[in-house]
């Protein structure tokens, strides 16, 4: 027959190694949910990165299977052949349903078709950032990566837009908000911690009844023997 002292033992024995088990387990699924973040957050910005690159190469074949023709300038409008795309929404609002992304037309280094709203209105006529300025309009190279756009931070593709002479007249734009996509790493780490934490649960309540049967009991009755 078990006594009280047996049953303190017992009762003390089991709560030391769960704790034990407790403690060891929440370590290592934090610094496991941690270097998941890590390499999830390089992983989507990565799978970001070359959906904004295969985005842009489908929207200017979008456009140049609609407008046949050159980029050009003309007096102050830019025109893709005879078609005018200064303040096009139509357009741009088409090519945004299809890549699911902002979407912006510059002359030069001005936005003259965008997507892009502040408190619900176009920015139209705003200019791109320093640096894409220098990269696209001025060397004339594609743009890919983190970029500030009217005062957020974006993943953002720029290819720049080229005239019959070989000039860049101006830029075409695909990103999506760099809080848009902390926001969908954030809510799938909250997910893995939600199911660590029912794993934990259901992993404890099985490993104290295993700690009783296999170690605890054991133990009871040696002790019972001296």
């Known amino acids: ?29 934090t610094l496991i949910c941690m270097q998941v973040r890590r390499d999830y957050n390089s992983l989507v910005n990565g799978n970001f990165s070359n959906l904004l690159n295969t985005s842009s190469k489908l929207a200017l074949k979008l456009i140049d299977s609609k407008y046949s023709g050159p980029w050009n300038i003309v007096g102050e409008k830019l025109y893709k052949g005879n078609h005018l795309i200064d303040e096009n929404f139509f357009m741009i609002y088409e090519i945004k349903e299809i890549v699911d992304g902002e979407v912006t037309i510059f002359k030069e280094d001005t936005r003259i078709a965008t997507t892009v709203t502040v408190d619900g209105k176009r920015q139209v006529g705003t200019k791109a950032s320093p ?15 983190k970029a500030e756009v009217l005062g957020m931070e974006y993943a953002t593709k720029y290819v720049p837009l080229i005239d019959s002479k070989g000039q860049v007249v101006g830029m075409f734009f695909v990103g999506v908000p760099q809080g848009y996509i902390a926001k969908l790493i954030d ?8 199911g660590s934490i029912v794993l934990i649960v259901i992993a404890t309540i099985f490993y104290n009844i295993l700690i009783r049967m296999r170690i605890v009991k054991p133990l009871e009755m040696i002790k019972e023997y001296f």
Not at 2 to 23: A, D, E, G, P
């Open 1 to 29: 027959m078990m006594t009280s002292k047996n049953i303190v033992f017992s009762m003390n024995t089991t709560r030391r190694i769960v704790l034990i088990y407790l403690i060891v387990t929440i370590l290592l699924v």
């Open 131 to 145: 640096e894409v300025i220098e990269e696209v309009i001025k060397k004339g190279d594609e743009y890919s990566g």
């Open 187 to 194: 809510n799938s780490i909250y997910n893995i911690i939600k």
